[in-house]
């Protein structure tokens, strides 16, 4: 048999309700459980939620040692920053984009395509401003 031929040992396992499992057969169970986790772990990925506004509004401080975690962008910031300010994912530039306040309704996709339909229109004035800094 194949088994002999490669020099690999067929060992039985019982398992605690009685039942006898062969190494095969026990690889291929897991193998099994394996496929259903990681289809598990890529529908929990691929999870989107209409409603999701994937925004964050910061009225006085920013703390220090925060992480941000934002779309597929996180940050660190080591020092508290004073600010008024919602921060959103910067999807052209990558990073995080700093806005002026906004209410918590208005979502960020919409915020994130006006503010690209603005380096549209004006790309002279947008190549000469000032990067957009989380300080206020």
């Known amino acids: 048999s194949h088994l002999h031929q490669t020099g ?3 060992y039985a ?5 009685g039942m006898v499992f062969t ?7 897991f193998r099994k459980e394996i496929e259903g986790i990681k289809d598990k772990i890529f529908a929990i990925n691929n999870r989107h939620k209409p409603t999701a506004n994937p925004k964050i509004n910061v009225k006085g401080v920013l703390y220090g040692n925060v992480h941000l975690s934002i779309g597929k962008v996180t940050e660190e910031f080591i020092e508290p920053q004073k600010m008024t300010k919602s921060i959103i994912e910067n999807t052209v530039n990558g990073g995080l ?11 960020a996709s919409d915020m994130e395509k006006a503010v690209i339909m603005h380096l549209v229109r004006e790309p002279q004035q947008a190549a000469y401003a000032a990067p957009q800094s989380p300080i206020n």
């Open 8 to 10: 690999l040992r067929c």
């Open 97 to 107: 984009r700093f806005l002026n306040m906004s209410s918590l309704f208005a979502k």
């Open 23 to 29: 190494t095969s057969a026990l690889l291929e169970r």
């Open 13 to 17: 396992y019982r398992m605690p309700s």
